[in-house]
């Protein structure tokens, strides 16, 4: 069975809405405690004399997700390198009894899923702070802006209110930036770092059991909609290890011995990833190849471009951006408009679809809530 980031996809998804539902206990308790008594003339005085009281609800909220998130990096790495054990083992029936014996041996996990699972927690680890001072800064913001709109005749205070928290709806809790010098909001992040531990996890896994079986050589499958830094590796074969650059190599046949076969080996796993394949995200995986018996993978059909691919993307992310919006709104209007948007780009979305034949993926158009 190939194996590929989106093996243990689910298993990011997981993590990330603990975050996100996380981040929409935020907004909503930053609207609950602005809008009480928003017509009042003393609303500053009591907004800034319930600080305290804020920020203390407001910590107990990211005290949970530390230690919820903490637990749950370190069981979704776990699962995909069991997964990626049981993908390697599946697809090694096809040789000697006691190569297959090596492969279903126990290998000792604990320390790569521990180390793995330590790089996303450190990596997300300054969110938790992050997230209670972005909050109260905004909250901050609110009661300084909305004090001062009307006396300007810009905004009514509830203008000014809700311009404000429709903002930090908008851009998340922000300030992520990752090796490459992207930037990210939480929750992207903390699904961008997590996808990255289980996918590096699961194929860790499967190597590993290949090894284990004396496999020494992998092939990447071709996908639909690839990007620019993985088509350059489509369909070629590539060692588990090593330095990699291209070679040929004489090899036994995987099942006759005796029989030697000639094969052309691109470079190395490692190589290739350095490269950026199996980034994630990444639709391709790689299996293991048995020389004498594995074929070349076929070309499969696109369903549309890689870079309508990422529009979908972008439509997805508003589509949560808006619903995130109704977390934040003062009155029935603004939850009337933010409901309209979530429609309208789920429209757009379906319109795409139909037009590419790229499938719908409903999940990633929701957004967590706190249960």
């Not at 930090?168 to 809790?173: D, E, I, L, Q, T």
């Not at 499967?206 to 990447?220: F, I």
């Not at 394949?277 to 293991?288: F, G, K, M, T």
Request: proline residues 4%; glycine residues 8%; aromatic residues 4%.
């Amino acid at each position: 069975m190939p194996v590929s980031p989106a093996l243990a996809e689910d298993l990011a998804r997981t993590v990330a809405s603990l975050y996100e539902a996380a981040e929409v206990t935020l907004l909503e308790r930053l609207r609950a405690a602005l809008a009480a008594d928003l017509d009042s003339p003393a609303w500053v005085n009591q907004k800034l004399a319930a600080l305290g009281n804020l920020e203390a609800g407001l910590a107990e909220v990211i005290a949970a997700l530390e230690a919820d998130a903490s637990g749950a990096v370190h069981q979704a790495v776990a699962e995909a390198y069991e997964r990626g054990q049981q993908a390697a083992v599946a697809e090694l029936g096809a040789l000697g009894v006691g190569q297959v014996a090596a492969a279903t041996e126990a290998l000792p996990a604990a320390a790569a899923v521990d180390r793995l699972a330590a790089a996303v927690i450190s990596d997300t680890g300054p969110a938790h702070l992050r997230m209670l001072r972005q909050a109260l800064d905004v909250y901050r913001e609110v009661i300084s802006t909305a004090s001062v709109a009307p006396l300007l005749g810009t905004q009514t205070r509830r203008q000014a209110a809700q311009s404000a928290l429709d903002r930090f709806a908008a851009r998340g809790v922000t300030g992520f930036v990752d090796t490459a010098g992207r930037s990210w909001n939480l929750v992207s992040y903390a699904e961008m770092a997590t996808r990255s531990a289980v996918g590096r996890a699961a194929i860790e896994a499967h190597t590993d059991r290949l090894g284990a079986a004396g496999v020494d050589l992998v092939v990447v499958s071709r996908a639909p909609e690839e990007c620019e830094l993985c088509r350059p590796w489509e369909g070629k074969i590539l060692t588990r290890e090593g330095a990699g650059g291209p070679s040929t190599v004489e090899m036994e046949h995987a099942t006759e011995d005796g029989r030697m076969v000639r094969v052309r080996v691109a470079g190395s796993l490692p190589e290739a990833r350095g490269a950026g394949l199996l980034h994630p995200n990444c639709r391709h995986s790689v299996s293991a190849y048995l020389p004498g018996l594995t074929r070349q993978p076929a070309p499969v059909p696109a369903r549309g471009t890689y870079e309508q691919s990422q529009q979908q993307r972008y439509l997805e992310r508003q589509v949560r951006a808006w619903k995130r919006r109704t977390a934040t709104a003062l009155d029935e209007n603004a939850r009337r408009l933010a409901n309209a948007r979530v429609r309208a780009y789920q429209a757009r979305i379906r319109q795409l679809v139909d037009e590419t034949g790229m499938p719908r993926k409903s999940h990633r158009e929701q957004i967590e809530q706190a249960r």
